[in-house]
């Protein structure tokens, strides 16, 4: 008899080892479920920011747009909504020039103005990596220039960011971007960038000739995604 309840007492313990364990188990993959759950969810934020991000950067850029029409100024819109196209005769640099001319000035100021309205405006700049005003020509070598092509639409690029830096109001360049870094950059590519690819007469050119004032939004990292995925979980109740 004692035999008897020995084993009975044996299998009792084991069935109560076996039910916790698997208890511990169940507890343990609800755990995880959860936490995959909550990194799911907050990588879900954190791409719904980035198309809050993205919408924002296409009204404004759509905004500066509208408005300097509403000002007689007409620049473009390129098909991705993130970049502002400023033909050079708005500019009045004249052929192989990087100088914008006294009566171009007033035009070159307004789209600063416009452009420096649009991004302090609920702090959008903050929305946004890095504003790029970029220098383009065409094709036709100026090769009698230092630094031909390249030299040309880098110093126009540059004489455009000095116009701004002297002449409007807010100091652009201490804008700092959602990245942490200096929100505007000036760069120069020469006829690498092309709008118009056949340039067989000036009509096809002229389009070519242009300052691009790109807006990039902010975009999620390697180390950012790793962030999410690797972030432990913190209990609600501490």
Do not use: C
Not at 15 to 30: G, H, N
Not at 85 to 106: C, K, M, N, T
Not at 181 to 198: K, N
């Amino acid at each position: 008899m004692t035999a008897l309840l020995t084993v009975f007492m044996l299998a009792a313990v084991a069935l109560v080892f076996s039910l916790s364990q698997e208890q511990d188990a169940l507890a343990q993959a609800r755990s995880e479920a959860e936490q995959a759950q909550a990194r799911g969810d907050r990588f879900d934020a954190m791409l719904s920011s980035l198309g809050t991000g993205e919408n924002a950067r296409a009204e404004m850029v759509a905004e500066i747009r509208d408005t300097l029409a509403g000002q007689g100024i007409d620049v473009e819109v390129d098909p991705s909504s993130s970049v502002l196209r400023v033909p050079v005769d708005l500019l009045g640099f004249d052929s192989g020039s990087s100088d914008i001319l006294p009566q171009h000035e007033a035009n070159a100021l307004i789209i600063g103005q416009v452009i420096s309205d649009a991004l302090l405006k609920d702090d959008r700049y903050m929305l946004l990596d890095t504003v790029f005003v970029e220098g383009h020509t065409d094709d036709v070598p100026m090769d009698g220039l230092f630094g031909g092509n390249w030299g040309l639409s880098t110093n126009r690029a540059i004489a455009l960011w000095r116009l701004w830096q002297d002449g409007l109001p807010t100091d652009l360049g201490v804008l700092v971007g959602h990245s942490g870094e200096r929100l505007f950059s000036v760069s120069g590519y020469a006829d690498t960038r092309p709008v118009v690819t056949v340039q067989n007469s000036d009509s096809d050119r002229a389009p070519n000739r242009r300052i691009d004032i790109r807006f990039t939004e902010h975009r999620l990292s390697e180390d950012e995604i790793s962030q999410v995925r690797d972030a432990p979980e913190t209990s609600e109740s501490q």
